[in-house]
């Protein structure tokens, strides 16, 4: 069930993006720009609140949801993430090279899975399973 759940995040790849500034939460619409297992990369400027907002707390929730179906991650975000990585998402996402002149201007962080639960109304009773990832 759990690969299901990360192959959802694969389809719906923009969600809901939570993180907390000055103890206020805030929430944004955030795209996975790359999804390597149960990690989840992520591109913005080094300029906009969410980096700020990251270097200050970096836990944060995501929530993508369609339909009767929602999948909601938390964990805590690092900015260890390789070249390659880097230069693999500003070539693949088509959006990047029109707001930035290099990959280089971005800050790239990636989402170690820490938690996720998964949600779907369809069935009776209705499914609501939690992964606790980081358990061995």
């Known amino acids: 069930m759990i690969q299901k759940a990360l192959d959802f995040l694969k389809i719906h790849n923009e969600l809901a993006f939570a993180t907390v500034g000055g103890n206020k939460p805030k929430i944004r619409i955030f795209q996975i720009m790359k999804q390597e297992g149960s990690q989840l ?4 400027s ?4 969410v980096y700020k907002e ?21 964990g805590v975000v690092n900015f260890d993430v390789s070249d390659d990585i880097k230069r693999w998402i500003y070539d693949n996402n088509a959006v990047l090279p029109r707001l930035y002149t290099d990959y ?12 996720l639960d998964y949600f779907d109304l369809e069935p009776t009773p209705p499914l609501n399973i939690h992964f606790d990832l980081t358990e061995s």
């Open 54 to 74: 990251l270097m200050q707390n970096p836990n944060v929730e995501v929530l993508a949801f369609s339909g009767k179906v929602s999948v909601r991650c938390k």
């Open 46 to 49: 080094k300029q906009k609140a």
């Open 104 to 115: 280089k201007a971005l800050e790239y962080f990636c989402l170690p899975i820490a938690e």
């Open 41 to 44: 990369f992520f591109a913005t």
